[in-house]
């Protein structure tokens, strides 16, 4: 599998749209089941633009450390601008997950959102967190648990409209989603699984074409044209039309919630 590269442009679509419409409300109803210890050395892998790392700074109490990691410069430079002044400091890092560039055991907590399903080696992954985890530390990582109702009819209307390629990049985010197999993984990974829920979040879609034109399939619609971008938008409407509250669109999303310990 390719690693996962975002331009400039990309990382600004996604901090403007996604963050506030799913990645901030997954990092606070996340972080809302994690209590923080205070003076904890924290990482987040696959930190994209800080949406759970800037929520971690605002709760962390003491003295910890707080450190944000992503194959993607583009995302850390962008998590780096965002960090507000008033909160705990982070430190942001371009580093691949399988390459993190620190000791052996120096971090109490690693989170992990929406990070492991876009890793091509995963095994590789959980085996370089757990060796940057004290004994005895923890991980608490998040993946999407279901196709969420959106990206099922963005995917069907791309299939109808633009192409098989297309229609399986808008279910990517949830290619991973097999909570048995992610627990094995873990386990194999040498990882003791302490709990293991799910979150649901409502998420928020004020502007479908500009949203829709935030993902990675932007590409594809706009080699397609004005006219199938339309149709596709509007057939993702109509499919959605259960879920509209007013002139917005608010539509469950649910996600994997495990904590493990090393
Ligand atoms: C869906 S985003 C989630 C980002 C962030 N956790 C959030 O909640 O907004 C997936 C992130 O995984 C990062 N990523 C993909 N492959 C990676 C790798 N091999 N090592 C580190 N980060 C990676 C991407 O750059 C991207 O920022």
Not at 29 to 50: M, Q
Request: net charge negative; aromatic share 8%; hydrophobic share 45%.
């Amino acid at each position: 599998m390719d690693k996962f590269r975002l331009t400039h442009a990309a990382a600004q679509k996604y901090d403007k749209h996604s963050v506030p419409a799913m990645f901030g409300p997954l990092a606070r109803a996340t972080l809302d089941k994690i209590p923080l210890p205070a003076d904890a050395h924290i990482i987040d892998i696959a930190c994209g633009t800080g949406a759970l790392t800037r929520e971690i700074a605002s709760r962390l109490k003491g003295n910890g450390r707080i450190v944000g990691a992503d194959l993607n410069e583009t995302m850390t430079e962008l998590a780096t601008q965002r960090h507000p002044s008033d909160a705990h400091e982070a430190i942001y890092v371009a580093a691949d997950v399988c390459e993190l560039p620190f000791e052996n055991a120096v971090f109490d907590i690693a989170f992990c959102q929406q990070g492991l399903q876009f890793f091509p080696d995963k095994s590789a992954a959980l085996a370089e967190t757990r060796r940057i985890l004290k004994k005895g530390g923890k991980l608490n990582l998040t993946c999407w648990s279901a196709i969420s109702p959106f990206n099922g009819a963005l995917s069907d209307a791309l299939s109808d409209h633009v192409g098989e390629a297309a229609s399986t990049k808008a279910k990517a985010p949830f290619s991973f989603r097999d909570g048995d197999v992610i627990r094995e993984l873990l386990e194999g990974s040498g990882f003791i699984i302490e709990a293991h829920q799910t979150i649901v979040l409502e998420r928020r879609f004020e502007n479908l074409f500009e949203q829709i034109m935030a993902l990675p399939i932007e590409k594809d619609l706009s080699e397609a044209g004005d006219l199938v971008t339309s149709a596709v938008v509007k057939d993702v409407a109509s499919k959605l039309s259960k879920y509209a509250v007013g002139e917005v669109f608010l539509v469950p999303q649910e996600a994997h919630l495990f904590e493990a310990q090393t």
